[in-house]
C-alpha cells in the first residue's frame, strides 16, 4: 500500500527555522514530480513549492529565498527547508509525489506548522 508521511512540523517564533519531511512507503517517486502545498485556516490549499522529475523548482512568491526543496537519492523522501519563518506561514503543510509507471499523485495527511510572532 503506498503511503506519504508527513513530519517535522511544530512551533516556532518568527525567524525561527523547519525542516518539513516525507517519507514515501510502498513505492517511490522516481521520475515523478513532487510538491507542497498548505492550507492555513480559512483559505484554500496552496502550492507552495515543486520539484519536476527534471530538477525545475518553483516557488510561491511568498516563500521565495525562504524555502528551498529537495529529495533524496533513493526518491523517497522529500523535503521543505524552511527558513526565516514568518506568522503568515502558519498552516497545515501538505506533501504530494507522483508514484509508480504513470506518476499517479498521492497526498500526504498533513503537519501542522504555527508560527508564533
Known amino acids: 500500500q503506498v503511503e506519504l508521511v508527513e513530519s517535522g512540523g511544530g512551533t516556532v517564533q518568527a525567524g525561527g527555522s523547519l525542516k518539513l519531511s516525507c517519507a514515501a512507503s510502498g513505492g517511490n517517486f522516481r521520475g515523478c514530480g513532487i510538491a507542497w502545498y498548505r492550507q492555513a485556516p480559512g483559505k484554500e490549499r496552496e502550492l507552495v513549492s515543486s520539484?519536476?522529475?527534471?530538477?525545475?523548482?518553483t516557488y510561491a512568491d511568498s516563500v521565495k529565498g525562504r524555502f528551498t526543496i529537495s529529495r533524496d537519492n533513493a526518491q523517497t523522501t522529500h523535503y521543505l527547508q524552511m527558513n526565516n519563518l514568518k506568522s503568515e506561514d502558519t498552516a497545515v503543510y501538505y506533501c504530494q509525489a507522483g508514484m509508480g509507471f504513470n506518476c499517479f499523485y498521492y497526498w500526504g495527511r498533513g503537519t501542522q506548522v504555527t508560527v508564533s510572532s
Open positions: 520539484l519536476s522529475s527534471a530538477g525545475a523548482t
